[in-house]
């Protein structure tokens, strides 16, 4: 497990979740949401995260369908990984599966009474710790990087 602090981000139409980890890579926490409609202003406000955090890479969530294809939302996704690895270089940026992540997030805050109305916004960075958690874990056991690494081109 290569030691150091990532962030992990759940890209969505509306809102962008971000979450972090502690230096170790054992446990991710929720950082904060970041409005996703204004796409400039989503990445200067990324930006400034990764450069407060510091991450050795970004994780972001890639959405598939259950059977593992890929759709318009993964193309979209995949749009904004490459503009962030531009935006960020040399920090890493690496794209994982995140089927189920928002369902899971969302079932996990019901259970611990946080409603819809109230918990939009934290489910984006609910879904990104359960992205970054899921990635650490692969990392523990394969002792690989997760996910595909995003190259930058210019």
Same mark, same amino acid.
């Given at each position: 497990?290569?030691?150091?602090? /990532? ?9 962008i979740?971000?979450? #972090? ?5 054992v ?5 904060? @949401?970041?409005?996703? =409609? ?6 200067? !406000? ?8 510091e ?8 959405? =598939? ?13 995949r ?6 690895? !531009?935006?960020?270089?040399?920090v890493?940026? /690496? ?5 189920? @992540?928002?369902?899971?997030? @969302?079932?996990?805050?019901r ?8 918990g /939009? ?12 958690? #899921?990635?650490?874990e692969?990392? /523990? ?5 997760p996910?595909e #690494?995003?190259?930058?081109?210019i």
């Amino acid at each position: 497990m290569r030691r150091g602090r /990532r962030l992990a981000i759940d890209v969505g139409d509306a809102r962008i979740g971000v979450a #972090s980890c502690d230096p170790d890579g054992v446990l991710a926490t929720p950082v904060e @949401t970041v409005p996703g =409609r204004d796409v400039p202003a989503a990445h200067r !406000r990324l930006k400034a995260i990764v450069e407060e955090y510091e991450p050795i890479e970004v994780v972001v969530g890639l959405p =598939r369908s259950l059977n593992g294809g890929e759709g318009p939302a993964a193309a979209k996704v995949r749009a904004f990984a490459q503009e962030m690895a !531009r935006g960020i270089a040399p920090v890493a940026v /690496r794209l994982v599966d995140e089927r189920m @992540t928002t369902v899971t997030a @969302t079932q996990g805050l019901r259970a611990s009474g946080v409603r819809s109305k109230k918990g /939009r916004s934290v489910v984006d960075q609910a879904a990104a710790v359960v992205i970054l958690q #899921s990635a650490l874990e692969t990392e /523990r056991v394969s002792g690989q990087p997760p996910g595909e #690494s995003v190259e930058v081109v210019i």
